[in-house]
C-alpha cells in the first residue's frame, strides 16, 4: 500500500516577512516550551531524584555499564537516560537543568522528526503547525522538564515509527521512483533508534512498534511491506545498538535479567505487585488531558481520520498507521496491571501530527476555519482559566502561605483567559489563523511566567532548600551527621540527593542525630524530644532540627544564630 497524492502535500509559498514571522514563532515555542525552566522545580517525588543520582555516580565513578543507587546495583530501568544526564553533568555540572536536558533534548528531536514525517506526506503547511501544536501540548511540556525515562523512550520510539513507515511505503513524493528500492539508511536509523528505544525502557521498545506494525498490516493486509521491518540490516543495527550494554550489564551483575526482566517488566505488567492500580479506562482521560489545550479538536480530526479510512479514494496507508500507532499503545498499557501517566506518551506525537493534519486542512478553506478551530481551542483555555482560578479561590490559605504564588496564579489565570477571549473573538467574526497564532503567543507567555510560581512552590513541593537552610542556621551543618524522621519516601530520595549522602532513618529511641530532617508538622513533636528546630520557612516540605546536646558544644555559630537558637530554646 502507498501513499496517494495529498492535495496539502503542496508547499505553501510564503512572503519573505510571513517565512520569518514563522520561523521566530517556531523557534520560540520550542525553547519556551522545552527548555525554558528545566531548574525552577527541585527533584520531585521518588524517581528524579533517584535517577539524577545513579547519573551523578556514573559521572563520579567512571561505571557507565552498572546503574547503581546508594552503592548497590540498581535494574529498575536501563541506562540510556543515566548516560544522557552524566554526560551533561559532566559537561554543564549537578543541577536540576542539566538533569532534565536528555528529556528536552529527546523532545526536540521527537518533535522534529515527526516535523519531517508532516512535511513529507502533507506538506509544509502541516509540518509548520505541528511544530507550534505537539510543543504546546501538556504531556510533552511536563515530560521534556522531568529527569526520568519516560521522554527520552517516548522520542526514541517515535523516530523509530517514523523510520517504519518509511519501510512500509508509506513516506512518498513526487521523487520518488515507481520501482521499490530498499530504503537502506531507514532501515538502519529504524534498528538503530529501536535500539536506543530499548536502552530507554527496555523490551516494550519491541512490543509497542511490532504491535502497531502489526495492527497496520491486519487492518491493510499489507504483510509483505511489514515484514520489511524484519529485515537483516534493521536487526543487525538493533542488535549492535542495544545487546552490547545488556550483555556487559548481564555479566557483572548475574541477577539483572531476573531483576530487570522479570521483576521489573513482566511481573510489573502482569502482577499489581508495584502498586499502581488503576481502572482500565484511566488512560483516555490522561490522552486527553496530555493534548491539551488541542483537546476538542480531537472530535473533527477524529470524524475526518475515520472518514477517509471508510472512503476508498482518500484511504491512505499513513491514516491507518496513524491511527494504530496511538490505538495499540493506549491498548497496550490499558490492559497492564500497573499504570502510570508517563507509560501513555508514545501515543502523543502521532496524535498531535492528525491533529496538525486536521488544523491545516481546516484552514484551508476560511468558511470552516471560522467555525470551529480558534473556537474550540478558545474554549479549552477558558476552562483551564475557569480551573486556576476556582483551584485558587477554592484554597483561601494558600495565598496567606504562598503570597507570591498566589499572585501568579491569579496572573496565569487571566493571561489565560485574555487569550481564551482573544481565540474564540478573531476566530468567530474574523480570521482562525490569526486567532490560533494570537493565543499560542499569549500560552507562551504563560509558560514564561510558570518560573516565578515554581520558584515560589519550590519550598513546599521539594526538599531542595532544606539542606541550604540547614547550613545557613549551623555553618559546621554536616550532613553525615543527619538523619530523617517520619518523612515520605519522596522527600527522603530528594535530601540523599541534594545532600549526597544516604541519610538513615532515626528510629527513637536509638541515638538521636546531631541534625535531623523532619516534616513541618513533627516541628513540636521533635522539640519535645531535644531538637531545636528551624523557622526560616512558613510551610516547607522539610524542615532541619538540631540536637540541644550538641548546641552547648558549638564555636562556630554567628552571633544571630546563637540568639536565634537560644529564642527557639528557651521560649
Not at 528545566?38 to 528524579?48: K, M, Q, T
Amino acid at each position: 500500500m502507498t501513499q496517494t497524492d495529498n492535495p496539502l502535500a503542496a508547499i505553501h509559498t510564503l512572503s519573505p516577512t510571513a517565512r520569518l514571522l514563522w520561523i521566530v514563532l517556531i523557534l520560540a515555542t520550542l525553547y519556551i516550551c522545552y527548555f525554558h525552566n528545566l531548574g525552577a522545580l527541585g527533584l520531585v517525588g521518588p524517581d528524579e531524584p533517584r535517577y539524577a543520582w545513579i547519573a551523578r555516580d556514573m559521572a563520579e565513578t567512571g561505571d557507565w555499564v552498572t546503574p547503581r543507587l546508594y552503592g548497590e546495583p540498581w535494574f529498575e530501568k536501563p541506562v540510556l537516560y543515566y548516560w544522557g544526564a552524566a554526560l551533561s553533568f559532566k559537561l554543564f555540572g549537578v543541577s536540576e537543568t542539566a538533569a532534565r536536558l536528555p528529556s528536552a533534548i529527546a523532545a526536540l528531536l521527537s518533535t522534529l522528526s515527526m516535523a519531517w514525517l508532516a512535511w513529507r506526506t502533507y506538506g509544509a503547511e502541516t509540518a509548520r503547525w505541528l511544530l507550534l501544536l505537539l510543543p504546546t501540548t501538556v504531556g510533552m511540556i511536563g515530560f521534556s522538564h522531568a529527569a526520568a525515562t519516560d521522554m527520552p523512550f517516548a522520542g526514541m520510539l517515535s523516530i523509530a515509527m517514523i523510520c517504519a513507515a518509511v519501510i512500509l511505503g508509506l513516506v512518498k513524493d513526487e521523487n520518488t521512483p515507481i520501482l521499490p528500492r530498499t530504503p537502506w539508511l531507514a532501515l538502519l536509523l529504524f534498528g538503530f533508534f529501536l535500539g536506543l528505544a530499548a536502552l530507554a525502557k527496555g523490551p516494550a521498545a519491541i512490543l509497542l512498534s511490532g504491535g502497531a506494525v502489526f495492527l497496520w498490516a491486519v487492518c491493510t493486509r499489507g504483510w509483505r511491506d511489514a515484514f520489511r521491518c524484519l529485515h537483516p540490516v534493521a536487526i543487525a543495527s538493533f542488535c549492535l545498538t542495544a545487546l552490547p550494554w545488556y550483555i556487559l550489564c548481564a555479566r557483572r551483575n548475574p541477577d539483572f535479567f531476573r531483576i530487570f526482566i522479570l521483576e521489573h517488566n513482566f511481573k510489573r505488567y502482569l502482577t499489581p505487585e508495584f502498586q499502581h492500580i488503576q481502572p482500565f479506562w484511566v488512560y483516555i482521560p490522561i490522552v486527553l488531558l496530555a493534548v491539551f489545550p488541542w483537546t476538542l479538536h480531537l472530535i473533527p480530526a477524529t470524524r475526518e481520520l475515520v472518514t477517509e479510512r471508510q472512503n476508498p479514494s482518500k484511504r491512505t496507508g499513513l491514516e491507518v498507521f496513524l491511527f494504530c500507532w496511538p490505538a495499540f499503545t493506549i491498548v497496550f498499557f490499558s490492559l497492564s496491571k500497573s499504570k502510570l501517566p508517563g507509560y501513555i506518551l508514545p501515543a502523543v506525537p502521532p496524535i498531535a501530527l492528525v491533529l496538525a493534519k486536521s488544523i491545516a486542512a481546516a484552514l484551508e478553506n476560511q468558511k470552516h476555519a471560522k467555525r470551529w478551530p480558534a473556537t474550540l481551542l478558545g474554549g479549552c483555555l477558558m476552562a483551564l482559566a475557569i480551573t486556576v482560578f476556582l483551584a485558587s479561590a477554592k484554597r483561601p490559605n494558600f495565598a496567606n502561605v504562598y503570597p507570591a504564588a498566589g499572585s501568579t496564579l491569579i496572573f496565569v489565570a487571566g493571561v489565560t483567559a485574555l487569550a481564551a477571549a482573544l481565540a474564540l473573538l478573531v476566530g468567530l467574526f474574523r480570521n482562525a489563523k490569526a486567532g490560533i497564532f494570537s493565543a499560542i503567543s499569549l500560552l507562551l507567555l504563560v509558560v514564561l511566567q510558570t518560573d516565578r510560581l515554581l520558584t515560589n512552590l519550590d519550598p513546599g513541593l521539594t526538599a531542595r532548600q532544606a539542606p541550604i537552610e540547614a547550613k545557613r542556621t549551623w555553618p559546621d551543618f554536616s550532613p553525615t551527621r543527619a538523619a530523617t524522621w517520619k518523612l515520605k519516601r519522596s522527600l527522603c530520595y530528594q535530601l540523599n540527593f541534594y545532600t549526597h549522602v544516604d541519610l538513615e532513618e532515626w528510629k527513637p529511641p536509638g541515638a538521636r542525630p546531631e541534625w535531623l530532617f523532619i516534616n513541618p508538622d513533627g516541628r513540636e513533636e521533635a522539640r519535645g524530644l531535644g531538637f531545636a528546630c528551624s523557622e526560616y520557612f512558613v510551610l516547607p516540605a522539610v524542615i532541619p532540627c538540631r540536637n540541644y546536646d550538641s548546641m552547648d558544644r558549638l564555636s562556630s555559630l554567628s552571633g544571630l544564630a546563637r540568639d536565634h537558637l537560644r529564642h527557639i530554646t528557651h521560649r
